[in-house]
């Protein structure tokens, strides 16, 4: 275990000492952390560190530091586990580089060491008497500068409260996503949750040109894959995989919720999507919403450092989840009433008019009377000549008979 490592480490210190070989190698990985202010500089012989906090979970490949020393020099470099905020001395990897006369960024190549985003890490580093590490005022919110005074480490009393530093993660990420945004309840729905996890590449030590591939065997990370959890109303019928997983592996029964499908890895980045298909039956009662969740785990064996170490295991796990609603199924649609139809209003009926009674013509005692009725006027005014007329018959009839 231990001869492969110290080979291993010779030969990366005989490419480091290649004119150029360190500023030859690429940066793995994306970068993560900095700051980059650079105007004071701090020489010393005392051990100095740059805490910081990790915001992706992954490999912490590579870190910059802002330095100028001489190329006669080495200059160490070890990511070390905090607590409380300050280095523990445990080196979880390192590295080394002959930095250069002139200040500039100075690039160390790291084994790997994996990183989970909110934890905080230290950056421990040595100038010697020839080498200088530059930096600025508090101008990093996620940790500070620290010196070892021999017993203990403590903030840096001088004018650089904060290193000038990158870090560079390899990520390793697990992301889920549903097919639909929703489903109904007490109706049966296909559907479909996709779950893709990405590992970052683990050789052992990775050293971008100058790494070792293929690993020794001891040094192989551990890999798996698992379904944390799913709606209790998702049925799964199928699984699909694709990436670097034998397809006899990808059944249903290696990825159910809580069992884990080993991933043999080929020191490269590699992608595993898991397709589950099945069938959502939510009852009423599950409306609201449905969490699908799984993760990605990697187990690092004992990681190669060039330090004198005890034994290193490391498990990274990164865990997504994907959210869909459940809804109530639409009421019925109550039938529409017919409109009440407008009652026609009766018509008032117009009344007949009651004919005025005729005014009687005017009497002895002035009363009023028809024209034409019996009491009228003209009846009487016939009467009364047919009256005179007969008075002056009988007037007549009287002299003749004095006469006689």
Same mark, same amino acid.
């Given at each position: ?80 586990? $905090? ?6 001395? %445990? ?36 100038? $010697?008497?020839?080498?200088? !590490? ?11 500068? %620290? ?16 290193? !000038?530093?990158? $870090? ?7 992301? %889920? ?64 995989? !694709?990436?670097?997983? !034998? ?158």
């Amino acid at each position: 275990m231990k001869r492969p490592a110290l080979a291993l480490s010779a030969g990366i210190m005989l490419l480091a000492l290649l004119p150029g070989s360190a500023m030859a190698v690429p940066i793995p990985g994306v970068l993560d952390q900095s700051n980059t202010s650079v105007p004071n500089s701090l020489g010393a012989t005392n051990d100095l560190a740059q805490t910081f906090t990790a915001g992706k979970t992954g490999l912490l490949t590579t870190v910059q530091l802002y330095m100028n020393g001489n190329p006669e020099f080495q200059v160490f470099v070890s990511i070390d586990a $905090t607590t409380g905020g300050l280095p523990t001395g %445990l080196p979880l990897g390192d590295g080394f580089v002959f930095p250069a006369n002139a200040s500039g960024w100075v690039t160390f190549a790291l084994s790997p060491v994996p990183v989970t985003a909110g934890q905080t890490y230290a950056i421990h580093f040595n100038t $010697t008497t020839t080498a200088a !590490a530059w930096g600025s005022g508090d101008t990093y919110s996620g940790g500070q500068a %620290l010196m070892y005074s021999g017993t203990a480490w403590s903030a840096n009393s001088g004018a650089i409260k904060d290193f !000038a530093f990158q $870090t560079y993660v390899d990520p390793q990420t697990t992301t %889920l996503q549903w097919d639909k945004a929703q489903v109904v309840a007490g109706s049966p729905t296909a559907l479909t949750l996709t779950e893709t996890i990405v590992f970052p590449a683990y050789s052992g030590v990775q050293l971008g040109d100058i790494g070792a591939k293929p690993n020794p065997a001891a040094l192989t990370a551990v890999w798996t894959v698992k379904s944390d959890a799913l709606p209790a109303w998702f049925t799964p019928t199928d699984v699909t995989c !694709a990436g670097q997983i !034998a397809l006899a592996d990808c059944t249903l029964a290696n990825v159910a919720p809580g069992s884990s499908l080993p991933v043999t890895p080929d020191g490269e980045p590699i992608a595993i999507v898991l397709t589950l298909t099945g069938t959502a039956s939510p009852a009423l009662a599950d409306v609201g919403t449905g969490t699908g969740k799984a993760e990605g785990c990697v187990v690092y064996p004992e990681l190669v450092r060039f330090t004198v170490t005890p034994a290193l295991s490391v498990t990274s796990c990164v865990a997504g989840q994907a959210t869909l609603a459940v809804v109530a199924p639409a009421a019925d649609p109550t039938p529409t009433p017919a409109p009440n139809a407008t009652p026609t209003p009766t018509p008032t009926p117009t009344p007949t008019p009651t004919p005025r009674p005729a005014t009687p013509p005017p009497t002895a005692a002035g009363g009023s009377g028809s024209s034409n009725g019996p009491g009228s006027s003209i009846w009487f005014l016939a009467m009364g000549l047919i009256a005179a007329i007969g008075g002056a018959l009988l007037l007549v009839n009287r002299q003749q008979r004095r006469i006689r």
